[in-house]
């Protein structure tokens, strides 16, 4: 099963709304990351946030790891319709021999 | 500055054919990954590659196979194809000093009929 899982797997909000989606992963971590997809097109990789890190912010994103609970938060402020997209978390466990391991992911709606 | 990039864009198979699929990495990284991302899934490790060595595997059978190149660029071969092994697949570089951030292609989609 993958390490990462998120929620909700479908969001469909109004533009200028907030979007917030959750990871959870099961075992100790080095660093976690935000990925997005448009449609049938690769990865492009968001934010990163490490172990030791409680939150990060990259212009409209806000990620927070909670390492006692094993969670992340995604969350994207003011949204446009070109936030549409899936959005996937990605563990990464030891970064010298590294996979990432990713969740099913969050398909993001934006209504204009 | 070219990004990572994938050949062929799409590929039709028929069951127990082979098939290739090619990676050239984005400049200054070294590593290779690969991953199959069935619809509505996320992306699935198959393997890693650094100095021409498959570092550390997924949870996929023999039939899938790699190299890498001293120019680094890779490719994935698949042998007797199965109809589950469509899929879209990605290829990923990253630098081996850095923090495991993947750079992704856009990707190859197989069709096994």
């Known amino acids: 099963s993958q390490q990462g899982e998120e929620d909700p797997q479908a969001l469909s909000i109004q533009e200028g709304e907030n979007a917030t989606m959750n990871c959870s992963y099961k075992?100790?971590?080095?660093?976690l990351q935000w990925y997005r997809q448009n449609s049938g097109r690769g990865l492009v990789h968001l934010i990163l946030?490490?172990?030791?890190?409680r939150e990060k912010h990259s212009g409209r994103l806000r990620v927070t790891l909670d390492t006692s609970k094993k969670s992340s938060s995604l969350l994207i402020t003011a949204s446009r319709a070109a936030d549409t997209a899936s959005y996937f978390c990605a563990t990464v466990y030891n970064t010298n021999a590294g996979k990432s391991t990713f969740g099913d992911g969050t398909t993001l709606t934006v209504k204009p | 500055d070219a990004g990572v990039t994938q050949s062929p864009t799409h590929l039709i198979k028929t069951r127990g054919q082979q098939v290739t699929l090619r990676c050239s990495p984005k400049?200054?990284?070294?590593?290779v990954s690969w991953y199959q991302q069935a619809l509505g899934q996320g992306p699935q490790f198959i393997f890693q590659y650094y100095e021409e060595e498959e570092r550390q595997r997924g949870n996929f059978p023999d039939r899938f196979s790699g190299h890498q190149f001293p120019n680094y660029s890779s490719e994935l071969n698949v042998n007797a194809l199965l109809l589950g092994d469509s899929a879209l697949y990605l290829c990923?570089?990253?630098?081996?000093?850095?923090?495991?951030?993947?750079?992704f292609g856009a990707g190859t989609r197989l069709s096994v009929l």
């Open positions: 946030i490490r172990s030791n890190e």
């Open positions: 075992t100790s971590i080095n660093n």
């Open positions: 400049s200054g990284h070294d590593t």
């Open positions: 990923a570089s990253s630098w081996d000093s850095g923090e495991n951030i993947q750079y």
